[in-house]
């Protein structure tokens, strides 16, 4: 059992490696780079202190460590860029965040366009996520905004815009963004709004969500606007 628990984790890496290699064409290059650095930094001042065998037992699992840590960065971009532009992404994002603190509700408004917005309710209050051109997404979230409202009139509610123009969140700082939300709520409170909301239903809950590995985690925010 152990045994195949690790062949297919050397299957899943490979996968990922074959994935990101895609995107980064010297990524092995990038990797023994850092393994080279982490392993000489720790091992140098190690082999002149003490010997050289405790120097490459030290300086080894540092070296990969260091190339272990680059070749995540390098992945979780090639994840992201996998599914940039595709429609449903920004739910693939939140729905692979682990612990269900955001749970999503997929398309509740959505155009010709496949521009859409979807609906979290979570500590923060209501917080509706567009993907699209802020062109046209701008009157999809104004639309989704009042209808939610007359809901629940006195619960925050949030706009974050995911995209790449200037004024708009890049997938890979979606969850950053989340993150740094206020806590509005209470557990009980949640459950409730999440009940009302509800009642309205979903636009189109057959559409296609991206598939693939997805990241867990991103390095920084904008403040969405409220």
Same mark, same amino acid.
């Given at each position: 059992m152990a045994k195949g628990k690790f062949l297919k984790g050397l299957s899943s890496l490979a996968q990922n490696?074959?994935?990101t290699q895609k995107a980064y064409p010297f990524l092995w290059a990038e990797s023994l780079g850092f393994f080279v650095v982490g392993f000489l930094v720790v091992a140098a001042p190690v082999w002149l202190l003490l010997n050289p065998p405790t120097a490459f037992l030290v300086g080894v699992p540092v070296g990969l460590l260091a190339s272990t840590y680059w070749f995540s960065?390098?992945?979780?971009?090639?994840?992201?860029?996998?599914?940039?532009?595709q429609a449903g992404a920004a739910a693939a994002v939140v729905q692979s965040i682990r612990g269900n603190k955001w749970p999503m509700t997929p398309a509740v408004a959505i155009n010709k366009s496949q521009d859409m917005v979807s609906r979290i309710v979570a500590r923060p209050g209501v917080i509706l996520i567009s993907e699209g051109p802020a062109s046209r997404v701008t009157a999809l979230l104004t639309n989704e905004r009042?209808?939610?409202?007359?809901w629940v009139p006195d619960i925050p509610i949030y706009?974050?815009?995911? @995209?790449?123009? #200037?004024d708009q969140v890049t997938l890979r700082k979606l969850q950053k963004t989340l993150t740094k939300l206020p806590r509005n709520l209470r557990g009980g409170e949640v459950t409730e709004v999440r009940r009302r909301l509800d009642?309205? @239903?979903?636009? #189109?809950?057959?559409?296609?969500?991206?598939?693939?590995?997805?990241?867990?985690?991103?390095?920084?925010m904008k403040r969405p606007r409220r």
């Amino acid at each position: 059992m152990a045994k195949g628990k690790f062949l297919k984790g050397l299957s899943s890496l490979a996968q990922n490696w074959k994935m990101t290699q895609k995107a980064y064409p010297f990524l092995w290059a990038e990797s023994l780079g850092f393994f080279v650095v982490g392993f000489l930094v720790v091992a140098a001042p190690v082999w002149l202190l003490l010997n050289p065998p405790t120097a490459f037992l030290v300086g080894v699992p540092v070296g990969l460590l260091a190339s272990t840590y680059w070749f995540s960065r390098r992945a979780m971009s090639a994840a992201y860029s996998s599914i940039e532009g595709q429609a449903g992404a920004a739910a693939a994002v939140v729905q692979s965040i682990r612990g269900n603190k955001w749970p999503m509700t997929p398309a509740v408004a959505i155009n010709k366009s496949q521009d859409m917005v979807s609906r979290i309710v979570a500590r923060p209050g209501v917080i509706l996520i567009s993907e699209g051109p802020a062109s046209r997404v701008t009157a999809l979230l104004t639309n989704e905004r009042k209808k939610t409202a007359r809901w629940v009139p006195d619960i925050p509610i949030y706009e974050i815009q995911v @995209g790449v123009e #200037a004024d708009q969140v890049t997938l890979r700082k979606l969850q950053k963004t989340l993150t740094k939300l206020p806590r509005n709520l209470r557990g009980g409170e949640v459950t409730e709004v999440r009940r009302r909301l509800d009642a309205l @239903g979903n636009a #189109a809950n057959t559409l296609p969500i991206p598939k693939g590995p997805m990241p867990n985690s991103a390095r920084s925010m904008k403040r969405p606007r409220r």
